[in-house]
């Protein structure tokens, strides 16, 4: 789908959340797009990234500053607010919850994964339906697939990084085999689409 | 496969039927959690598992097993052990006698775990209520039977913890799985207790609950928060798990912060 028919798409669904999910390489890939998201008074954003497990989560802080949006660790029972970046703390399940809040959990590790971004793009898909947009960016494992299909089964909108640009392509790869993305993109690409998206006035 | 109505039909039904209330849980884990009940007890949909709650008597029991999240470990989070032993003990050590409640326990390794830090502090007079609402996770851990790997893991975190001696002087080591000395389980009182629809059973010096909050929503915390204020003696301490937070409940002004990082509380002095 070209880049503009998917932003009209985007628009007319409503887009209220989207879900960004990341493994090995991910840090440079979401100095790379999270900066898009300008003032915005109705998207909201949560990032799965796959970290070691112990010790203090510096992400939010590292992307503070280069980020317009406000950047802060989720935590369990609070609400989804626009204007927003939330990341899953180390060693804990991220979830949207349909009365839109966030919550966290230590149940067992998905496929070795805990964050992981399918239970993070799962709950986005029951919560928010066709109003929510799912990223799959570069990651040497295959976590996102199952959570995309879920996003698309339920109306809602997938983006996937070319993976001949992905420092590690197999994450973004296996997602592209198994479904019938909106959309490939690199992350230039990436980049402006989201800058629109977030530019555009819609209810 | 799994809509909304029937995920709501069945909790009502748990919670008509069982008196089990998870109303109030927060819905993706508990959606999870009955998608693999699904596979597990090989069911179509949310319907046939409702009907097996209505008409199977011997089924809930095991359902409830696969609601709960009952990931656990021993020590786990060290720091929070660690604080407790040097910034808690010294000062419960001074009470003749205590009463300590652990608000789901799961399957005992956060039992387990303060009584070696108790022993190893030197207090003797105190008793441990323990407390869940997953009855198999209660029958384990009164066994203290654990899995070998897990326990070679936990050694590191014992000594992170603070711990004294050896984590092997507490165990009986068998093939695959190691028995911990019965006598660290003599003064725990297990029993069955939900947060959700229990009340104060008796005056508490400290409550850890810890990793129970997060699965609740907001209203649901809030009468969790308020039963131990209730349940707390004056000065009496409140631990959390490293995600769980008293800042935005209603009885945050009554609690003073001992261990931001670690989540140690005490119920302040009021007169
Ligand atoms: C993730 S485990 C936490 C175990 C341990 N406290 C820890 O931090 O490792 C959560 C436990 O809370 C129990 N639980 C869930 N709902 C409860 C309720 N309403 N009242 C008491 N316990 C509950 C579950 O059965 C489970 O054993």
Known sequence: ?203 | MFSNDDFELLIQEIYSRYQYDFRLYSKSSLRRRLEQALIKFHCQNLKEIRMKVQTEKEFFPQLIAYLTVNTTEMFRDPGYFKSLRENVFPYLKTFPSLKIWIAGCSTGEEVISFSILLHEAGIKRFIIYATDINPMNLERAKKAIYDTEQVRKASSSYYEAGGTGSLADYYQAAYDSVQFNQDLLSNVVFSDHSLATDAVFSEMHLISCRNVLIYFEKPLQERVFKLFDESLVRDGFLGLGSKETLQFSSIKNKFEVRDRENKIYQKAWTP
């Open chain 1, 1 to 203: 789908m070209s880049h503009d028919n998917l932003l009209r798409k985007c628009i007319s669904q409503k887009i209220r959340v989207i879900v960004v999910g990341t493994s090995a390489g991910g840090i440079d890939a979401l100095k790379r797009i999270l900066p898009s998201f300008k003032d915005s008074k109705k998207l909201s954003v949560a990032v799965v990234i796959h970290l070691p497990a112990r010790g203090p989560n510096l992400i939010p802080e590292l992307f503070k500053e280069i980020c317009s949006f406000k950047v802060k660790e989720a935590e369990s029972g609070e609400s989804l607010q626009p204007g927003y970046i939330y990341f899953s703390p180390a060693d804990y399940h991220l979830s949207i919850e349909s009365n839109e809040t966030l919550s966290l959990s230590s149940e067992e590790p998905l496929n070795f994964s805990r964050p992981s971004i399918d239970i993070l793009f799962d709950s986005a898909a029951y919560s928010f339906e066709s109003k929510a947009l799912g990223i799959l960016l570069t990651g040497a494992n295959h976590d996102g697939t199952a959570g995309l299909l879920k996003i698309q089964s339920k109306g809602g909108i997938c983006l996937i990084q070319d993976p001949s640009e992905a420092e590690y392509p197999t994450m973004p790869q296996s997602a592209a085999k198994s479904l019938s993305a909106n959309a490939i993109m690199n992350l230039k690409q990436m980049k402006s689409f989201l800058e629109e998206l977030s530019r555009s006035s819609y209810e």
